[in-house]
């Protein structure tokens, strides 16, 4: 999952969020951010997830919804078919579709952690938080040293639910898994962890 130098650093879908404590030190490398799984090809999508419409597509990525969707047609029971139609919608900004198309793949094969990740983060898109965050713990009861799934899960308690204890528990617990973890801009997990810890105390 992680790079050689065990950091998670570039794996990122932005959510243009804030959060409602310590905005000032954290702006542009914690606050809004989301990390998005790795997809089948071996690579990963730096699409924002946070646009407000559909991106238009060109004739090439028309070709290829197409395509993933009569796959989809003629082999229903195709879950690589399902996931990439998913992964399509997730990076030209359409969640709703992405969702439904997630959920289609997991029905078929439900033991991905990746999938269930990158499902978390289309339902935060849609403003269900706690549905994302049911995607998460889903992906990490089957993987509980899923990176990118407790980064997430910690943006979503601090940001959207305001449970502070509960956010730093999953970071705390990223950094058990991976003390090299990062954060998008490359601030060291741990560092973070450590001024969000004073700065509660205080």
């Given at each position: 999952?992680?790079?050689?130098?065990?950091?998670?650093?570039?794996?990122?879908?932005?959510?243009?969020?804030?959060?409602?404590?310590?905005?000032?030190?954290?702006?542009?490398?914690?606050?809004?951010?989301?990390?998005?799984?790795?997809?089948?090809?071996?690579?990963?999508?730096?699409?924002?997830?946070?646009?407000?419409?559909?991106?238009?597509?060109?004739?090439?990525?028309?070709?290829?919804?197409?395509?993933?969707?009569?796959?989809?047609?003629?082999?229903?029971?195709?879950?690589?078919?399902?996931?990439?139609?998913?992964?399509?919608?997730?990076?030209?900004?359409?969640?709703?579709?992405?969702?439904?198309?997630?959920?289609?793949?997991?029905?078929?094969?439900?033991?991905?952690?990746?999938?269930?990740?990158?499902?978390?983060?289309?339902?935060?898109?849609?403003?269900?938080?706690?549905?994302?965050?049911?995607?998460f713990k889903h992906a990490?009861?089957?993987?509980?040293?899923?990176?990118?799934?407790?980064?997430?899960?910690?943006?979503?308690?601090?940001?959207?639910?305001?449970?502070?204890?509960?956010?730093?528990?999953?970071?705390?617990?990223?950094?058990?898994?991976?003390?090299?973890?990062?954060?998008?801009?490359?601030?060291?997990?741990?560092?973070?962890?450590?001024?969000?810890?004073?700065?509660?105390?205080?």
């Amino acid at each position: 999952m992680a790079t050689p130098e065990k950091a998670i650093k570039g794996y990122i879908k932005t959510s243009n969020l804030y959060l409602s404590i310590m905005v000032a030190v954290f702006i542009g490398f914690i606050g809004g951010v989301l990390f998005s799984s790795y997809r089948s090809t071996g690579g990963i999508s730096t699409q924002s997830a946070s646009m407000a419409n559909t991106v238009p597509l060109n004739p090439q990525q028309s070709q290829t919804l197409a395509a993933l969707i009569q796959a989809t047609e003629t082999t229903p029971d195709n879950v690589n078919a399902w996931t990439q139609l998913a992964h399509f919608y997730f990076d030209s900004g359409n969640p709703q579709k992405a969702i439904a198309a997630y959920e289609k793949s997991l029905a078929l094969d439900g033991s991905r952690p990746d999938v269930w990740t990158d499902l978390g983060v289309m339902y935060r898109r849609i403003g269900d938080p706690k549905k994302a965050l049911e995607c998460f713990k889903h992906a990490l009861s089957i993987n509980s040293a899923h990176e990118i799934a407790l980064f997430n899960s910690g943006v979503v308690y601090m940001h959207d639910l305001n449970d502070t204890q509960s956010a730093l528990k999953s970071w705390e617990k990223l950094i058990q898994v991976n003390p090299m973890a990062q954060t998008p801009s490359g601030q060291p997990v741990k560092t973070m962890l450590d001024e969000l810890k004073k700065r509660s105390a205080s």
